[in-house]
């Protein structure tokens, strides 16, 4: 597993050079809610795709 300085490091990597503060921030955001994504299906669990329908269906349907 990366540390955040390497993965901060990736990041800036992967931006054009004349990328804005606000487009570093934007991509730092996204990374954050990504992981605390994988944390909480860790210890939460996920739904499989058929529940998701059918938990759809039941939100949609009159």
């Known amino acids: 597993m990366s540390t ?22 934007y991509h730092l955001y996204v990374v954050e809610k990504i ?3 994988i944390e909480r299906a860790d210890k939460e ?8 329908e059918r938990k759809f269906d039941k939100w949609t349907s009159k």
Do not use: N, Y
């Not at 990041?11 to 054009?16: F, Q």
């Open 35 to 37: 992981h605390r994504g």
């Open 45 to 52: 669990g996920v739904l499989s795709q058929d529940e998701v």
């Open 4 to 25: 955040a300085k390497e993965e901060v490091k990736t990041i800036l990597d992967k931006l054009p050079d004349d990328c804005s503060l606000e487009d570093v921030q």
